[in-house]
Every structure is written in structure tokens, then in C-alpha cells.
């Protein structure tokens, strides 16, 4: 692992609890998480967002200006517009969604949750999901926090995630490992 990555992950940790210590000390970690995740789902919909967070060619007046005008325009909050403004005077700011995700991973475990990540090669109905999430609520003991995604590249079965345990019960899995066996023999 180089230097590099070492060091985004540690400080990203570091921002992150950071953030949430303010948050919390504000009593406004509702609001904050809440614009997070809206921040996050910006940075993984917008290009534009997502150059001006990642290209090193812009100015950081540039970068200031904006976060400035998207949190007035949106009326975001004031507390979560200092912090990355002084990401952005730290230098900081490419790994602002690290950061912020690591927040709402914090956020999410001093409230006990568990994530859990679920893909599946069936599209899945409302009603379909939170059974799945309200039995591995109870096999938990704890409110389980579901990331869903369709994948109709798995052509059949499931991969399912909760925190570190891993279970890949899809075809398309199925097949490689066949093919891996084939090449090997």
C-alpha cells in the first residue's frame, strides 16, 4: 500500500470523527448527516461536482466559491460548508467522499446499526427489501442498515454483505469459480 493511500485513509478517519464530534457538540447531527449523504449522492451524480473535487487544476477560491453558492442555493448547513471549505484550505478536498462517507458510517454505528450490502440479479419490490431487512434486523440483534442494488450481470442468486461477513450465492460467481477449475486442470 503506498504512502499515499495510508494517509487518506487515517486523515479521512481523522476529518471524519471530527466532523461528527462538531456535529454532535452542536447538537446538529441529524442536520449534518442528513446533508451529507445529500453532498455524497451529489459528488456520485455530478461530473461537474465530482471535476471540481478531483481535478488538481482548480484554483481554490474556485472550489470555495461553490461549495458556497450549492449550500445557499440549498440552504445547507452552515456548520458542514465551514468544514469543507476547510478541507479545501487544507488541501484536503480530494478525499472529501471518503470523509463523508466515513461520517455517515460513524453516524450509523453510534445508532447501533449494522450495514449490510445486498445485490441481487431480481429486481425486489418495496415490501420484498424490508422483509429482508427486518430479518436480518432480528438475526442481528440490531437495526440493520440495507444497501440494495439490482444486477442482472449475476443472472441468478445473491450477494449479500453485513459488515465484514460475505456471501456470494450467484451463478455468475458460480460460473467463474468452474472456469478457474477448468484452467487450473
Partial sequence: MSDKNRFS???AKSYSQALYELASEEKKLDDVEKHVI???KLISQSEDFNSLIKDPTNKQENQINSINIIFERFNLSILLKKFLNFLIMKRRFFYVEKILKDFVMICSK???????KLTVAKELNEIEINKIKDELSQNFGSNVKLNYNYDPNLIGGLIMQVESVMIDTSIKNKLQKIETKMIEA
Avoid at 453510534?110 to 449490510?116: L, P, V
Wanted: net charge neutral.
Fill in 9 to 11: 485513509d487515517s486523515s
Fill in 110 to 116: 453510534k445508532r447501533g446499526e449494522i450495514s449490510a
Fill in 38 to 40: 445529500s453532498i455524497v
